[in-house]
């Protein structure tokens, strides 16, 4: 099982041997550190902690949170994971044509209607109709749910801002030397969002 932490950056094209084009994200990943190890004896689950961009020089810090400004944990049920508390890993544990899944928060739109947030159509734009155009329409009814607004009708709200997993990407490319991954795609988030990258 592969993981690591990064930053997503820009997209770009890579051209393969064969002469076709890949878009394809910028990841500058790593290198994290492997801040604890948890085992079904001791913490009920088996789990790989790992931490990113170091914020703090003191050694003796014990809190993970205090010594990284991103910290996350890696399910490793099952799997057999060689690593110990202060291991480092970088983006050479990956390799080209890997297949992989990305996490990430995805951008913010603020409050939106209901035409953005679920592509509906909207209302008439003729026979008498004003400013109805990107209107719901009805959202509740005489019998259905008693009278009362069902739950999880969709309407107008905040939009984005959402936990997204994207699965089944491959790798194109890998700097070791700069720490940069670049992952055939798009990946949720605007510029400098945290991503997870994972193995599938």
């Known amino acids: 099982m592969k993981f690591i932490l990064g ?14 084009v890949h878009v394809a994200t910028v990841v500058q990943a790593g290198p994290v550190v492997v801040t604890q190890v948890k085992g079904k004896e001791k913490d009920g689950y088996e789990a790989i902690q790992i931490g990113f961009m170091a914020k703090s020089k003191n050694e003796t810090e014990k809190a993970a949170h205090k010594r990284y400004a991103h910290v996350q944990e890696f399910r490793t049920e099952g799997e057999k994971v060689d690593l110990k508390v202060g291991d480092s890993i970088d983006v050479s544990t990956f390799a080209v044509n890997d297949t992989v899944e990305v996490t990430g928060i995805s951008k913010g739109k603020g409050f939106q209607g209901v035409v953005k947030r679920h592509d509906f159509r909207g209302g008439q734009r003729t026979h008498g109709q004003k400013h109805s155009e990107r209107e719901p329409g009805a959202i509740g009814g005489r019998g259905r749910a008693g009278g009362r607004v069902s739950k999880g009708i969709r309407m107008a709200g905040r939009m984005g801002s959402d936990r997204v997993t994207v699965k089944n990407l491959k790798v194109l490319q890998i700097d070791p030397a700069g720490g940069f991954i670049l992952i055939e795609g798009a990946l949720p988030g605007h510029r400098g969002t945290l991503v997870s990258v994972k193995s599938e």
């Open 7 to 20: 930053k997503k950056l820009n997209m770009t094209q890579v051209f393969t041997e064969d002469g076709s």
